[in-house]
Every structure is written in C-alpha cells, then in structure tokens.
C-alpha cells in the first residue's frame, strides 16, 4: 500500500519519540528476587527523557501562539533539554539559545554545537543568584523580541506530557503487576507525570522518589523541609526547590542514593546487563533495588533508564576523573542492598 502524505507527516521526528521499550534488567531482578523493568528513554531520537519534554513544550506552545515560525526558542538546561530543543528546533526551524551551567559534561556542549545551538556556558551558583542559568534564560527571553522560553521546570506542559505518554506506556507494558515506580527528579516532569498517570489506574502502586546527595526532594517527602546534605556528580537531577512541575506529585516516599552507589549500579548495568547509561538512570535502578528489595518477593519494580552513557564517556565512564572525585569504578556486585 501506497502511504499518504498524511500517514508520512504521522511518522517525523517528533513521532519517533516515546514509545520506548521496558527493558527487564535480569541481573539486577534475580539478585534481588524482584523484577526490575527500565525504561529506556535513551532510545529516544535525542538520546533522553528530555525529548519528550521538549516535544511537549514546543507542540503546547505552537497550539497556543506563544512559539511562532521565526520565534528562537531560550532554555535554562542541564544540557539534555537543550539537545532536545536544539534537534527538534532544526526539524521545524526555531534557532535555540541555551544556557548551560559549565560544569556539565563536554559530550553535552559537543551535542548543543553539533545541532547548532547558541550555547552560553554560566557558573555554577545557586537558583537564589541572578546569574543562575534558569534566570539568564528567563531574562533573556523577557528582554528579546521573537523568542519562547520553555521553562520546562514550571512550563507544566512538561507534566502533561509524561501523564499521557510516558505513564500509560507503562501501565499498557506493565500496569497489571506493577507494585512501584521510582524515579529522580530534575524539574520533577517525569516523576509527576508518570505518578499521577498510574496511581489514577491502580492506586495502590508505590511512587518513590530517588534523590542524589544535594538535594533536598528526600526531605521534602519525608518531613516537609527543603534542608539538604552533600553534593553529587549525577548531572540531571535533584532539586532545591518545589517547581510547578513537581507541585503535588503524589509521592509515597523518598529514597536516597549516594555517589559511590551509584557509581558501583552504573558498573555493575554495564558489565552484567551491557547497558551503558547516564548517572541518573544509574541512580534510579540503585533506588529501584533498594525500594524492590524492601517489597514482598514477586513485586515489580519500573524506573527511569533517562539517558545513555555515551555522553558521560569523560566523567562516569573515565576512571582518572572518577580518582580525582573520590570514586572508582568498581563494581562487586550490588553490595549496597
Ligand atoms: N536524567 C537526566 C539525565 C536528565 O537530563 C533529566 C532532566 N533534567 C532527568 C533525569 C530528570 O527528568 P525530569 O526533568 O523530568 O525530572
């Protein structure tokens, strides 16, 4: 059968994102005695969960008039949403600006040059100081005519779209044994999205939250504070603030993963289940055994696999800047459970 001009516009870039697979990771389920499922968003044409939010953001906001042909499109991003825009702002022709703190990985500011962005690398302050990379993008689209912000942290947009792609592809793959879902957060879109989409079908699933050192999400679940602990190298995730994202995400609970457990998760999927991936998907498994096993052998367990590990191939990946931060790469097997 011939296809259609409309049936080809059905399959472009922006569809070929979501729909990904649920990975069983083998190894990690039979150490534990409960089935760990992956999502693996690294499958996306970008290479991360970030698309999604992207594709989200841009089709939301052409729907509504406020991104126009012409328009350039201004983040504030950790760099995988930046990937996203930059990729699908070429396919539909909106030039990106994008704001990046410099200690983020160069895999990433290779990504954002090859597609073509404008990347300003800032410092690495604090949301309270001004040149914070979420207010220069903020500012920088307030002050310039012809351009969108996305603000995928409180563009709820970002939500929306996990709630009706992300969470029902779980459910369809998995919601009749499913008994939780963990998952960090960095704007808090996936988490909530995929939470609020699953509880609404079986309420009695689990959403926990894993949280890296230096953030304050762990006890924000736990006693309502926003007090924090440590640092972490994961690039990503944890937040210091309630963004409009994460607001009222129906969490059961938190979970907190360390560095060098996370690092021993990422070692130890590359080695036994030939998964190479990026530091938050590391963390969410880590934080999915340790929930898993706590729970009644048989249950089933979905994370978050958000990016692959190509783009950390510097870092989390390179034993030397591993030494330098205190870690190695050693993987005997899941002793953190
Ligand atoms: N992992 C990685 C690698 C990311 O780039 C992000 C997004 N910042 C996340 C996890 C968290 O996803 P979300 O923004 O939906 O909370």
């Not at 350039?72 to 702002?89: C, K, R, S, Y």
């Not at 990106?96 to 040059?113: G, M, R, T």
């Not at 351009?147 to 009706?164: K, L």
């Amino acid at each position: 059968m011939v296809a259609t001009a409309d049936a080809r516009e059905n399959r472009d870039l922006f569809a070929a994102i979501g729909n990904t697979p649920l990975i069983y990771l083998r190894k990690v389920s039979k150490a534990i005695g409960r089935t760990i499922l992956g999502k693996a968003e690294f499958v996306n044409p970008g290479g991360s969960v970030k698309d999604r939010t992207a594709k989200f953001i841009i089709e939301d906001a052409e729907k509504k008039g406020a991104l126009q042909p012409g328009n350039a499109i201004v983040e504030g991003t950790a760099g995988n949403t930046g990937i996203a825009l930059a990729m699908l702002g070429n396919a539909r022709g909106y030039h990106c600006i994008i704001f990046v703190p410099d200690d983020q990985s160069p895999e990433k500011f290779a990504l954002l040059k090859a597609y073509g962005a404008d990347v300003r690398p800032v410092p690495v302050v604090s949301f309270a100081d001004e040149r914070n990379y979420y207010h220069q993008a903020r500012r920088l689209a307030a002050s310039t005519p012809k351009t969108f912000w996305a603000d995928q942290f409180n563009n709820i947009a970002n939500r929306r779209g996990h709630y009706t792609t992300t969470g029902p592809e779980i459910w369809e793959a998995a919601g009749g044994y499913l008994t939780a879902f963990v998952a960090a957060a960095g704007t808090g879109g996936t988490f909530a999205g995929v939470s609020a989409a699953l509880k609404e079908r079986k309420p009695s699933i689990r959403c926990v939250v894993a949280d890296p050192m230096g953030s304050s999400l762990y006890r924000y679940i736990k006693d309502g504070t926003l007090d924090f602990e440590g640092d972490s190298i994961v690039e990503g995730i944890g937040i210091k603030r309630v963004t409009e994202n994460f607001a009222g995400a129906p969490a059961d609970d938190a979970v907190r993963v360390d560095d060098a457990t996370m690092v021993e998760m990422a070692f130890f999927l590359l080695r036994e289940e030939g998964l190479l991936l990026g530091g938050s998907a590391a963390l969410n498994v880590a934080a999915a055994a340790r929930v898993g096993a706590r729970l009644p052998p048989g249950s089933t367990v979905v994370t978050i696999l958000c990016d692959g590990g190509g783009r950390s191939l510097s870092r989390l990946y390179n034993p030397q800047w591993l030494a330098e931060k205190g870690l190695s790469p050693r993987c005997d097997g899941l002793s953190f459970l």
